[in-house]
């Protein structure tokens, strides 16, 4: 028998590759929040100090809703022709303009064109590109699934709860542009307006349904609620035995974070029904929507732990948009920098086939690729699953569960046995990323239904090589 090996000579410190290499300054670029005063640079906020921009009153009253009031704020910083370009830009949009001073703050004025956070928030006629023809406005079949005006019960266990259907800034990319936000030139919307008597509705469908133990209670979203309403609804929930989670989905954080330390009343009531939940053995989240890494600063950081040490816990959901997070570089950071600020990654979304926002959205295979490069970057749990919300009410798929993708004609295929088990969900890729012939095959519209029927019938049939 042999001496047993030192340490020294089981672990040499020599051996090559065995040590990893000292850490980039690159790779902890996550923790470097910006605490600088940043909305100084905009010329109608340089007066500022930071109490008096840090004030969700602040920033709800001065949010910027038309291209008259941009050219107020901003000034010198845009030029007239991309004011022009942005005001035809909002002639045929579906959402109407809303952004607050923060996340006005935060683009990059040198370069508006190409910034993802103006992407998200203020279109420009010249990046529209045509809507797929196989688009809806409401793609996600929500009012199909509606037994109560404001309620989808789609899935067995869980429902959505449309509370309101205003929020703090709008999304270009909603995808409840069928309900959400101001009627725009283009869409004339399906209003669920704060009413406790439509809430009184839902909430006895919900105690009807003995299945139901999750709610998802959305809108619209819950910062433009009161606190009173936030209670309100808490309680209903809370009062029905069988109901066992809740979830309070919001905005609020990634673009008016100074309100959870500006508006107590409102986070006392969130609290207060965080705390019921937990004394009843149950459970309330908070779901939020961070896209960039760059929408997460010093102030979201102090506004989180406001949450944390209310023991309230956040989840993020994020939609996936071409030249806003579709870079593995700029997804890691992402969840990186949601993990620093103890926020989960839940979910990544393939961008829905939303009207009029047809440049934001990319392929399935850029999404798998993406997700390939992300995945491992972090611990597992705050991995988020890269899902498409499928056309059609089969709810949310994994986007690796394809039944069928042809990278062509940009088709894929998903079933969803749990939801609907009988039905196929097809989804598009944009026609524009395409190849040229994959382009080709969509030019003439009565070879389209064709192209879709063929490929749902390769999955029924299981017939040929299409995984392509
Ligand atoms: C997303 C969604 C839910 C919640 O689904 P999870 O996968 O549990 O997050 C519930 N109902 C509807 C209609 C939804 O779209
Ligand atoms: S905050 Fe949510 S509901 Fe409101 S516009 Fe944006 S994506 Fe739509």
């Not at 919900?206 to 999750?214: G, T």
């Not at 705390?275 to 102030?299: L, M, S, Y």
């Not at 392929?363 to 919300?389: C, H, S, W, Y």
């Amino acid at each position: 028998m042999n001496a047993p090996t030192p340490e020294s000579a089981r672990f040499p410190a020599t051996t090559p590759g065995s040590q990893k290499p000292p850490v980039e300054p690159d790779d902890l670029r996550h923790r470097q929040l910006r605490e600088d005063e940043f909305w100084r640079r905009i010329p109608a906020y340089a007066h500022l100090d930071r109490t008096q921009f840090d004030d969700h009153r602040f920033q709800s009253r001065n949010c910027v809703t038309s291209i008259s009031k941009l050219r107020e704020v901003v000034g010198e910083l845009v030029t007239e022709e991309f004011c022009r370009d942005a005001e035809r830009g909002l002639q045929r949009a579906t959402m109407s303009l809303r952004i607050t001073p923060y996340i006005l703050s935060l683009i990059d004025w040198d370069e508006p064109e190409d910034d993802p956070l103006r992407i998200q928030f203020l279109p420009l006629y010249s990046r529209f590109q045509p809507d797929h023809p196989e688009l809806t406005l409401d793609s996600l079949n929500e009012q199909a699934d509606s037994p109560v005006p404001g309620l989808t019960h789609r899935y067995l266990d869980r429902a959505l709860f449309l509370a309101l259907d205003t929020c703090p800034v709008y999304c270009r990319y909603c995808t409840r542009s069928y309900s959400v936000g101001l009627d725009t030139e283009n869409v004339e919307k399906v209003h669920f307006g704060v009413r406790t008597e439509r809430w009184a509705d839902v909430f006895a469908y919900v105690a009807s349904r003995p299945e139901l133990e999750d709610i998802v209670i959305s809108g619209g979203d819950l910062y433009n609620l009161k606190a009173e309403h936030i209670e309100h609804i808490g309680s209903a929930l809370l009062a029905i035995d069988h109901i066992r989670r809740l979830r309070f989905a919001t905005k609020g954080p990634a673009v008016m974070p100074q309100k959870l330390f500006t508006d107590d009343p409102w986070v006392d009531a969130l609290t207060g029904v965080a705390e019921r939940a937990r004394e009843q053995g149950k459970e309330a989240f908070v779901h939020t929507h961070f896209n960039h890494p760059r929408e997460i600063t010093a102030t979201t950081q102090k506004a989180l732990a406001r949450l944390a040490d209310r023991g309230i816990r956040v989840r993020n959901q994020a939609v996936l948009q071409r030249g806003v997070n579709d870079r593995a570089e700029i997804m890691k950071l992402l969840v990186r920098r949601l993990g620093f600020v103890n926020v989960q990654p839940y979910y990544v979304f393939l961008h829905d086939m939303v009207k009029g926002v047809e440049e934001l959205r990319t392929t399935l295979q850029a999404a798998i690729e993406l997700e390939k490069e992300v995945r491992g970057v972090t611990a597992g749990f705050n991995m988020p699953t890269f899902v498409v919300d499928t056309m059609g009410g089969g709810g949310k798929r994994h986007i690796h569960s394809y039944e069928y993708y042809d990278r062509e004609t940009g088709i894929a295929v998903y079933r969803s046995p749990a939801v609907r088990p009988e039905q196929l969900f097809p989804f598009f890729d944009p026609i524009h990323l395409l190849s040229e012939s994959g382009q080709r095959r969509w030019l003439d519209p009565s070879k389209r239904a064709e192209m879709i029927e063929a490929a749902l019938a390769q999955v029924t049939h299981g017939v040929g090589d299409w995984n392509r």
